[in-house]
């Protein structure tokens, strides 16, 4: 007796595929708006939570070499023409693994290897990436060894949605974060003392740049001139009020320093060493300006903690004094033990941060 032919959509169950569809897409909503909450609650748990926390990306990054295997396998069986296209596809699946995850978590490799920008050899970098492709260099050859052959279209179409969903849910993810942060939700492409003092002074940015648009044949040259000499005449570095930063690392501080040189502002940015819990300053109605570390990484959380416990004394000793706060923190103010007056929400790069006012 013949069994009813069953739904099927890639060879498996239509039931089962909405299924995880139905999931994927849940995960995705409730990971976008909690996803560090989350990760800071495990690794607060178990050391096992900790590790799928930190690492856990590494295991859906997996599935971007194994798309590219079977994208390879399906287009080759099709036939010598596709040869070219099947390395190509196999070759940007394995990227995009090593890309995702040296973006996501390269700072903890990076720092394996000692490398620090500008200050060590960019071979430093180079072995951070090699890190990554190593890491990633068995899934290929075990998928294109264990492929089933017999149906190519399936093993193509099979790649080709593991890809695409791989690529729509990293940016719907990011999305909905944006999406999740609004009204408020700003970028935050850099902070730092040096834009900081040309936003005092009126110094337009770009001042000293070229640009593209100086060389089209039909925009006003003259225009274009007369623009940037306002833009000089408006500059005016007395008006930069003191700005003074401190940081432990001299490494950091040397760094700094370079930076305030090439900005033109040396004698208007003063750095010097010295560890927090010291720090103690004379001047009156001071603005404490920090992006302490976040601990995003998940492995130095309680160093950061210890570290955001030295906020309220900072303050104390500083009477009249206002502090600002960069921080992914979740729970910065219970920490602290200080309540902000203001808050808002913004990204360093893709990382979700709060900017609060105390």
Known sequence: ???KKQNTILAVPSACFWAVVATCLAGIAVGSVADYPINVLLAHKTALGA????????FSYCLYPAAGACLFVGLRE???RYRLLAWTLLFVGYFMAVYYSNNYNGKAVRALFAYQPGQTSAWRSVASWLFWAALYAWVAPVVVR????SDADKLIAV???ILLAGICADNVNLWLKQVASRPRFKYLLTLSEPQAAFRAARRAPGLTRA????NWPYVDANALRDAREDARRRYDPSLIPVIRGSDIS???LTLARRHIRQAGLEGKIEVFQKDLRELQLQERDICFLTNPPYGERLGDIKQCEAL????KPLIARHPGSRLCVITSHPGFERVAGMKAQKKTRLYNGRLECNFMRF
Request: aromatic content about 18%; cysteine-free.
């Open 250 to 252: 001299a490494e950091a």
């Open 1 to 3: 007796m013949d069994k």
């Open 211 to 214: 640009f593209d648009v100086e």
């Open 51 to 58: 590790f799928f926390a930190t690492y856990g990306s590494y």
């Open 159 to 161: 790649g080709a949605a």
């Open 308 to 311: 955001y416990r030295q906020m």
């Open 146 to 149: 264990l492929a089933d052959r």
């Open 78 to 80: 099709k036939g010598a």
